[in-house]
């Protein structure tokens, strides 16, 4: 059974930078999983921030970029301001039509 | 701007059925493939099923194949998943969503709450 794995909890100081990760339970994550990374702030409904591994979502500042980092897919948030306390979820394309999310980071801005 | 707005839910008993619908406008509807995905209460994100633009495709998670079933009707901006046989671990929000391409979600609706209880 495919799990993709992140990290329950972060905590980051504002302004600070935090990475996220994306992992597999067997084998790495490449560019051919075509990671993509959610938002979901207390009480909303998810925002798409980056897809394509790297690529930013239409409004989604900067401070926001996606990677690949060793064996994993990645979410860098530079420059934390408040407002990115939410949880977030990777999401990986498995081929045959079906998509895994991981478990969600949650990420606490303090 | 893209628009999603679900309907549908409620409180269902195990074994029942409920159809969600979901409303897409400001963007062509026909030409882009959709998603469900649902979150159980206190729970993360799920994929459930997607539906190829045309509707000739359509893919499940295995943990609802044979009982939900995810349709379109592209006359009238509409998407659709059928819930039968429900169990108790189907209660989640229900969220539709249209594709964002490279085999991502683009943008998402409100959700609606389905609740399976006896």
């Known amino acids: 059974q495919t799990v993709v794995t992140q990290e329950p909890s972060f905590s980051v100081s504002p302004g600070g930078t935090v990475t996220l990760t994306c992992g597999l339970n067997s084998g790495s994550v490449s560019t051919g999983y075509y990671p993509s990374w959610y938002q979901q702030a207390p009480g909303q409904a998810p925002r798409t921030l980056i897809y394509?591994?790297?690529t930013r979502s239409s409004g989604v500042p900067d401070r926001f970029s996606g990677s690949i980092l060793g064996n994993k897919a990645a979410l860098t948030i530079t420059g934390a301001q408040a407002d990115d306390e939410s949880d977030y979820f990777c999401?990986?394309?498995?081929?045959?039509?079906?998509?895994?999310f991981g478990g969600g980071t949650k990420v606490t801005v303090l | 701007q893209v628009q999603l707005v679900e309907s549908g839910g409620g409180v269902v008993q195990p074994g029942g059925s409920l159809r969600l619908s979901c409303a897409a406008s400001?963007?062509?509807?026909?030409?882009?493939?959709m998603y469900w995905v649902r979150q159980a209460p206190g729970k993360g994100l799920e994929w459930v099923t997607f539906i190829r633009y045309d509707g000739r495709d359509k893919y499940y998670t295995d943990s609802v194949k044979g009982r939900l079933t995810i349709s379109r009707d592209n006359s009238k901006n509409m998407l659709f998943l059928q819930m039968d046989s429900l169990r108790l671990e189907d209660t989640a929000v229900y969220y539709c969503a249209k594709d964002g391409g490279t085999y991502s979600i683009g943008q998402w609706g409100q959700g609606t709450l389905v609740t399976v209880s006896s």
């Open positions: 394509n591994t790297n």
């Open positions: 999401v990986l394309y498995m081929g045959s039509g079906i998509w895994v």
């Open positions: 400001g963007f062509t509807f026909t030409t882009y493939g």
